[in-house]
């Protein structure tokens, strides 16, 4: 055999070398896009599951304890509270909007589905439209949360059949 027919094995071997490592890579490739898709899949349900278990354990305050149900109910129908009762329903409302803003958040990062939003969007319109809550909002939630989500809040409002929300200031 001469040198020539061993380089010409020597290219044959290499090239069929090169053409197993494509194939090994490819194959890793799509391994690993199946892991990915499987891990984004995952990490959607888990934030799907922490954004209701937020919504839950607040509601779970109102389940478990009367006291806290009625106070809550006070509130949003603008009795007059003492001052520890209005700042236990501030906190409540800061507590519950928190976790929509939290939400709101995810949604403009893409973290999370829309349709959390859309489909609970009546009940924080009933809330910011009740005269406490709409109380709240003016006197508070307009100045702890960031200006992104009060004018999504808001805008959502004036879309609803609700109305708007006073813009007067509320004492």
Known sequence: MNWEAIGAIGELVGGLAVVLTLIYIA??????????????????????????????????????????????????????????????????ATMLFTTLENNFHQIQLGTHSRNTLE??????????????????????????????????IEDLIDASDFGHVESKTVS
């Open 27 to 92: 194959f890793q490739v799509r391994q690993s896009s199946k892991q990915i898709d499987q891990h984004s899949r995952a990490l959607d349900a888990s934030t799907f599951y922490a954004a209701g278990e937020g919504f839950n354990r607040w509601f779970a305050l109102l389940i478990q304890d009367e006291a806290i149900a009625d106070l809550w109910h006070r509130g949003l129908t603008g009795e007059s509270l003492n001052p520890t009762g209005k700042m236990r329903f501030n906190s409540m």
């Open 119 to 152: 489909l609970s969007k009546h009940y924080w319109v009933q809330i910011l439209t009740s005269p406490g809550g709409n109380a709240w909002w003016i006197r508070e939630g307009r100045i702890v949360f960031t200006p992104e989500f009060v004018e999504a």
